[in-house]
T-cell receptor, first 112, second 116 residues
């Protein structure tokens, strides 16, 4: 089972910041949080990841709470091309092996 | 780099036929993953390889599914015999580094399989 919880859908006006929350209350101390997105019918695309500190790259910013139980992905100036399903992922250890478990994600719709 | 390359992009076959999906990972990557995506079940990990060795195949649904990685630059996912419920988009992904390292996977464009 996925170790993360995300709202099923969100809308955002074009040009505004999109803030996508994720709850990962059972995350362990050395596990990273990863964000991917999937634009319709394409393969998932890596966005950003983080451990404790806030992270920023050319695509987005990631804010992780001090207790690490939740995080927020920020798209600072959303465009129509950012319409996609966004997945927040924490690795799961089962039978001694690591794997991603993709949940249902958040379907972000950017509105003109 | 061309990224992860999957073929074919689309496959339509009849129930009972054998289907082979192919994947070429990014050069230099040493881990390869096969996923299946359906509306009902979302994105599921089927199997993954590290250094060409299968590490975890617990997601493979049935014995009808098999995967191989004969070398670092090629992998196949075979379904024999295929059934209509196997209709899905199958993704291949690859990454560089040991299993416990930062886990950035790069996905291919997928193969859309329709079993009639």
């Amino acid at each position: 089972d996925a170790k993360t919880t995300q709202p099923p859908s969100m809308d955002c006006a074009e040009g505004r910041a999109a803030n996508l929350p994720c709850n990962h209350s059972t995350i362990s101390g050395n596990e990273y949080v990863y964000w991917y997105r999937q634009i319709h019918s394409q393969g998932p695309q890596y966005i950003i990841h983080g451990l404790k500190n806030n992270e920023t790259n050319e695509m987005a910013s990631l804010i992780i709470t001090e207790d690490r139980k939740s995080s927020t992905l920020i798209l600072p100036h959303a465009t129509l091309r950012d319409t996609a399903v966004y997945y927040c992922i924490v690795r799961v250890v089962t039978s001694g092996t690591y794997k991603y478990i993709f949940g249902t994600g958040t379907r972000l719709k950017v509105l003109a | 780099d061309a990224g992860v390359i999957q073929s074919p992009r689309h496959e339509v076959t009849e129930m009972g036929q054998e289907v082979t999906l192919r994947c070429k990972p990014i050069s230099g990557h040493n881990s390869l993953f096969w996923y299946r995506q359906t509306m009902m079940r979302g994105l599921e990990l089927l199997i993954y390889f590290n250094n060409n060795v299968p590490i975890d195949d617990s997601g493979m649904p049935e014995d009808r599914f098999s995967a191989k990685m004969p070398n670092a630059s090629f992998s196949t996912l075979k379904i024999q015999p295929s059934e209509p419920r196997d209709s899905a988009v199958y993704f291949c992904a690859s990454k560089y580094g040991p299993i416990v390292a930062k886990n950035i996977q790069y996905f291919g464009a997928g193969t859309r399989l329709s079993v009639l």
